[in-house]
């Protein structure tokens, strides 16, 4: 059994971006946004064991992807293992998806965003070398921020962790949050490493019952709360390698804010 796989989730619609392509396919410094990700995760140790959940107008990613992805050490070019999600119904039931082609043949999955294009090489690593030290079921990123003023408001509209006595307890997300759980400022970017066996079969104990009738990945967290699991969090403060791409807005302060950082 292989250590880590990589699943990167692309099924989403821009819709936020009044265009009619997959949001994923956007383009940021010349190149798509899951592009400027795949750059950082071909350099991993995880970078043949790659899958991309595609869903809306999903054949135009993997067209994409086929064309230009170039994985090292692989003679015949890039090749990633590409998993439809036919329905939009949210993330948790996208990464099920995946159940058929990755079952037992890893220990753990890695799930990142194809629209979270500037996550770092170093910042992957650590979070899989945790995973493994703690030989944890359950790690998570979390974004640690002072407030929501200036630069932190894009970040505002991420779901709240909610911990008891130190402990990560749930995630709620920021639309079904009361107004109590919004002042919270650590954050959930979405970003796990989760065991095999433990993730498939939790997967299937998601409920749908929320503003957005979808089930929701973060739920995993709540289960692991219920079955006293400890949850492992790879705590970050800098918000600029977990930033997404949903808006025209968010399109065009991520150009600005590239320019800046070295990647």
């Known amino acids: 059994m292989k250590k880590i796989s990589i699943i990167i989730l692309a099924a989403g619609k821009g819709t936020r971006m009044n265009h009619y392509q997959p949001k994923v396919l956007t383009q940021l410094n010349g190149e798509s946004l899951i592009e400027n990700l795949l750059k950082t995760v071909n350099k991993t140790e995880c970078s043949d064991s790659v899958s991309v959940v595609v869903g809306y107008e999903g054949q135009s990613v993997i067209d994409k992807l086929s064309a230009s992805a170039r994985l090292p050490n692989r003679d015949e070019g890039g090749k990633y293992n590409f998993v439809w999600q036919k329905e939009q119904l949210g993330t948790g039931h996208a990464v099920q998806q995946c159940e058929d082609s990755l079952k037992n043949k890893y220990n753990s999955h890695l799930i990142l965003y194809g629209d979270v294009p500037f996550i ?32 932190h408001s894009i970040y505002s509209h991420f779901g ?29 970017p979405a970003i796990y490493c989760i065991k095999d066996e ?50 025209k807005e968010d399109l065009e302060l991520a150009r600005k804010l590239y320019s800046k950082n070295i990647k």
């Open 120 to 151: 770092s090489f170093d910042t992957i690593q650590d979070i899989i070398k945790m995973h493994q030290d703690k030989n944890s079921i359950l790690t998570m990123v979390t974004l640690k921020l002072p407030d929501f003023e200036g630069i």
């Open 160 to 188: 709240r962790i909610i911990r008891e006595e130190n402990e990560i307890a749930k995630i709620v997300e920021f639309k079904d949050a009361s107004e109590e759980e919004k002042k919270v400022t650590e954050l959930n």
């Open 198 to 247: 433990w993730l498939w079969q939790n997967l299937d104990k998601i409920k749908s019952n929320n503003n957005q009738k979808e089930y929701y990945l973060t739920d995993l967290v709540n289960l692991a709360h219920e079955q006293n699991i400890k949850i492992n969090s790879f705590v970050i403060d800098d918000g600029f390698e977990l930033m997404g791409i949903n808006t």
